[in-house]
């Protein structure tokens, strides 16, 4: 079974996610926000994973990088457009490299690309890594409170949730949102369905107005309409974006921890200072 030093404990996890860096500037970069979240003490770090495994060494390389700093480290994996024997490669190289808790995901293929690989959803991916590696990983799945912007409908959505955590997920990270509303139906749909696996709640801290919605409408998270018109008001007085951002924010994880949610993810975007302060607003 996984060791105690590199898989969440029961505690309540606080974690915190970023990408790999692109150039050696990324790179320092990197290094200087982990060393100021490290002090939080994170249960753990987590690094993502380029559909078709563009950012394989990357990641790789980041995971390898934070462990090295005394931090517990997750590497993301996704299997759209990979082949089995690249997957089974890249398991591999994390197994022999001592990592032991994983983030399992289908991915989204980039425009154009026509190479679905061999595949096609998450679950496949999670009941291969078992039958690869047994009980090796750790592995955590995706959850969407508000549904996958591609699900038939939510009952589908749920079904395929329970898919992966059937297939042998350990646990689950959430798409970001701001209605606390949609994390808790989704996660008393899940136990009505005998869904027991913790299923942290991810955070976005609020960095810009325009980055914000483009990436909400990609992956289907909804901003409120308060939220949006409010912000939109802001214009390009970024400093009271985030003000009014790191209060919505900070409210929602404040709530979330008072109604006893297993954890908070935090989506970072390689920047420390707006997860660092609501972390310290949280008395975390
Ligand atoms: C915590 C978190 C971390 C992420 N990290 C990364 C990353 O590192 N790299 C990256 O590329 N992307 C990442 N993503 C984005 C993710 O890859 C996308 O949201 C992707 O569109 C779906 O991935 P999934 O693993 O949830 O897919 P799946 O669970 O496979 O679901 C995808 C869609 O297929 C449907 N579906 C599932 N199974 C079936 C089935 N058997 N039949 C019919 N429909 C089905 C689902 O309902 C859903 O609509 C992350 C997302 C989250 C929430």
């Known amino acids: 079974m996984p060791t105690s030093s590199t898989v969440p404990d029961n505690r309540k996890l606080y974690s915190a996610e970023f990408y790999p860096p692109r150039t050696p500037e990324g790179a320092a970069k990197l290094r200087a926000v982990r060393a100021q979240l ?57 197994r022999s490299n001592g990592i032991r808790h994983l983030v399992a995901l289908r991915g989204d293929l980039p425009s154009g690309s026509a190479d679905a690989g061999d595949f096609r959803y998450a679950s496949e991916l999670v009941e291969f890594i078992r039958k690869e590696t047994g009980d090796w990983f750790h592995i955590d799945v995706a959850a969407y409170p508000e549904y996958h912007p591609q699900a038939r409908s939510s009952e589908d959505d749920l079904a395929n ?11 689950a990270i959430t798409q970001y949102f701001f209605n606390a509303d949609a994390y808790w139906h989704f996660v008393d749909a899940c136990t009505a369905r005998g869904i027991t696996v913790p299923i942290v709640a991810g955070i976005m801290p609020i960095l810009s107005a325009s980055g914000l919605a483009r990436f909400s409408d990609n992956c289907g998270a909804e901003i409120p309409r308060w939220i949006r018109r ?13 003000a009014f951002g790191l209060d919505v924010v900070t409210d929602l994880c404040a709530g979330l921890i008072e109604d006893g949610v ?16 609501i972390w310290h607003r949280l008395g975390l």
């Open 262 to 277: 297993p954890g908070l993810h935090f989506y970072t975007l390689n920047s420390a200072a707006l997860t660092s302060t």
């Open 38 to 94: 490290a002090q939080l003490k994170p249960a753990f770090f987590s690094v993502t994973f380029g559909a078709g495994g563009s950012t394989r060494e990357g990641t790789l390389a980041t995971v390898l990088e934070i462990r090295d700093e005394g931090i517990p480290a997750a590497p993301h994996i996704s299997c759209v457009g990979g082949s089995r024997e690249s997957l089974r490669d890249v398991l591999a190289q994390y």
């Open 161 to 171: 949730f329970e898919r992966k955590v059937k297939a042998g997920a350990d646990s």
């Open 230 to 242: 409010k912000l939109e008001s802001f214009g390009d007085d970024s400093a009271s974006v985030r």
